[in-house]
Nanobody, 122 residues
Framework: QVQLVESGGGLVQAGGSLRLSCAAS????????MGWLRQAPGKKREFVAT????????YYTNSVKGRSTISKDNAKNTVYLQMNSLKPEDTAVYYC???????????????WGQGTQVTVSS
C-alpha cells in the first residue's frame, strides 16, 4: 500500500509559478509510474502529466505542455510538478497518483493523494 501526500499548492497570480511535490511512503516508489491529475469545481478529473518508473519518459496534456515539468526522484520517494506561466484556467485541486504504467486515464492509477489546491488569480 502506497501513501501519497501532496504539498506546494496555493494562491498565485496569473503568470506566476508553483512547484507541487508528492511524497510517497509505504511501498516501493521506484517501480511506479506517477501522474498528476486535476479537478476543477464542477468538472471531471483530468490528466495533467505522467512520468514512467525511471523518470526518463514524460507526457503532458496539451494545455500545460511547454509550461510544466514533471520529475521523479526515486532516492527521495518524491514526484514534482513545476508549473510556470500559470493561468486562471489552471485553478483546480491537483492530485498525484501512482500506477503500473504511464497513462492519461485516471482509472489506471491505483493510489491517490488527498490533493492540493492551486488557485490562479487573474
Amino acid at each position: 500500500q502506497v501513501q501519497l501526500v501532496e504539498s506546494g499548492g496555493g494562491l498565485v497570480q496569473a503568470g506566476g509559478s508553483l512547484r507541487l511535490s508528492c511524497a510517497a511512503s509505504g511501498g516501493t516508489f521506484s517501480v511506479y509510474a506517477m501522474g498528476w491529475l486535476r479537478q476543477a469545481p464542477g468538472k471531471k478529473r483530468e490528466f495533467v502529466a505522467t512520468i514512467d518508473w525511471s523518470g526518463s519518459r514524460t507526457y503532458y496534456t496539451n494545455s500545460v505542455k511547454g509550461r510544466s515539468t514533471i520529475s521523479k526522484d526515486n532516492a527521495k520517494n518524491t514526484v514534482y510538478l513545476q508549473m510556470n506561466s500559470l493561468k486562471p484556467e489552471d485553478t483546480a485541486v491537483y492530485y498525484c497518483a501512482a500506477g503500473g504504467r504511464t497513462s492519461s486515464d485516471p482509472a489506471v492509477y491505483d493510489y491517490w493523494g488527498q490533493g492540493t489546491q492551486v488557485t490562479v488569480s487573474s
